[in-house]
Structure formats: C-alpha cells, structure tokens
C-alpha cells in the first residue's frame, strides 16, 4: 500500500526510517497515549526491532506516515482471530512536530477506506484512553462512531482511566469523507 496524500504519504516501513521512528517515537507524550508495548524510552534497537518485525506482515498491515524525507509516525491494523476475524484494530502515532495540521484525519480516513478494500474485513475499531481527545476527534471526522465508555478498563502511567470504543463498519455510510476534511 502506498499512498500519496494531502498531508503525508502512507508507505512501506524500511530500513532507513530506524533514525527518525527513534527520534519520534522517543516522546513522553506520544508513549502515554499509547498501550505500554510502546517503549519508554525509544532506543534506535527498538526502531530497528519494531520495522523488522513489521517487515515481516504478510500482507503487510503496518505503515510508516511520511514526509517525503522522513517517517513521522506510524499506522496499522491488527487483526482478529477466531470469532473476531472479520474485525480488525486501528493503531497510530504522529511525531509531536507534525500534531495539529490535519495530517492523522487524512491518514486515518484514507488508510481505513483502503483497509476496507484490500482485507476482508467488515469492522475497524480504535480503543483510546478516554483522556485523548485529539484521537477521538480523529476518528470522529473518519466516519467512526462512538461506541462506547468501558471504564476503569486501563492503567496507564500508574493512572486508572476509562477508554473509548470507536468503530466503522465497512460500506456504512458516512458524510463525504472530502467534505470532513474541510
Ligand atoms: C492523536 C494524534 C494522532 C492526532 O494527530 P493530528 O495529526 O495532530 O490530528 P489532526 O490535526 O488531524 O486533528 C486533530 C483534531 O483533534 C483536535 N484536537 C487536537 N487536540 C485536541 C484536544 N486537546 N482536545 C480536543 N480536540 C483536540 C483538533 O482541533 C482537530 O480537530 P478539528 O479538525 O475539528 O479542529 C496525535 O496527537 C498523536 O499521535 N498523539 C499521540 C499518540 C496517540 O494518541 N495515538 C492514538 C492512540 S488511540
């Protein structure tokens, strides 16, 4: 999958990306949005770890959002198994720098409708930390709905905190999604 966008393009990870996925990666506030297999701190090996393991998908469900010099963050899908096979978990993170600009709801908008396309899947759900409104936000302008609260559900940096459900099923209609991006 290789997607050229507005903001960013969606490609392959390589070996190359380790410097800048450490750079990035290695921030306070990125890792405390995120389940705690995200280290803390974020060592060029764990780059180096992260993109071969991630290399070895088949098909490949993880990708590097880039600048066209650099990796700046990361989405991906994990899929379900048994029952939950047709389902499938949205993860992302965008380098501090980059937060603000609109980049994460044209990479989620336009990696999700592609996800939809190229796996069979019919749900693509996110669960975030209930104190991440950006991420909601998000998701909100990609056409999911709010799901719902399951409370007391993490810990995270020692804090119990409630996390958000958001799903999209496939070919569930949405406002025009280029219109949302507006
Ligand atoms: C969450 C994250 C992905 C957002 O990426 P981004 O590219 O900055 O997001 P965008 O610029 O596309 O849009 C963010 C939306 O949230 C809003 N927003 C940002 N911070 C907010 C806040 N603190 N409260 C409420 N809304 C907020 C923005 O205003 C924007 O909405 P708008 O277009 O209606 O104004 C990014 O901050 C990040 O990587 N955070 C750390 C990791 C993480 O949270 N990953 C997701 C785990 S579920």
Request: with cysteine; glycine share 4%; proline share 4%.
């Amino acid at each position: 999958m290789k997607l050229e966008l507005k903001t960013c393009v969606i490609r392959p990870f390589n070996e190359a990306d380790a410097e800048s996925v450490q750079h990035y990666a290695d921030n306070r506030k990125v890792w405390m949005c995120l389940r705690d297999f995200f280290p803390h701190p974020y060592s060029l090996e764990d780059a180096k770890a992260f993109i071969k393991l991630v290399s070895q998908e088949n098909p490949l469900k993880t990708f590097a959002i880039a600048t066209p010099t650099e990796a700046i963050g990361s989405i991906g899908l994990r899929p379900g198994v048994d029952v939950h096979r047709k389902s499938a978990e949205l993860g992302y993170w965008l380098a501090e720098p980059f937060w603000g600009r609109g980049i994460m709801s044209e990479a989620v908008t336009a990696f999700v409708a592609t996800a939809f396309d190229r796996f069979d899947l019919i749900r693509i759900y996110a669960e975030l930390f209930a104190n991440n409104r950006a991420s909601a936000r998000v998701l909100e302008k990609a056409g999911f709905a709010f799901e719902g609260r399951l409370r007391a559900n993490v810990i995270k940096n020692e804090e119990i905190l409630d996390s958000l459900m958001f799903g999209r099923i496939r070919n569930e209609v949405v406002l025009d999604e280029v219109d949302r991006l507006k």
